[in-house]
């Protein structure tokens, strides 16, 4: 594995890291605040 694969991965994890914590927090604003949705968009 090259040191370009292995930085690939590392920001692959941090990505979908990023959209769980997102997807988590935006279930949480929606039950905070009912009625208004807010689609994330994805990259």
């Given at each position: 594995?090259?040191?370009?694969?292995k930085n690939l991965?590392?920001?692959k994890e941090k990505?979908?890291?990023i959209r769980?914590?997102?997807s988590i927090?935006?279930?949480k604003m929606s039950i905070i605040?009912?009625?208004v949705?807010?689609?994330l968009p994805f990259v």
């Open positions: 594995m090259s040191n370009m694969e991965s590392d920001i990505m979908s890291i769980e914590k997102t927090i935006g279930q605040v009912p009625g949705q807010h689609p």
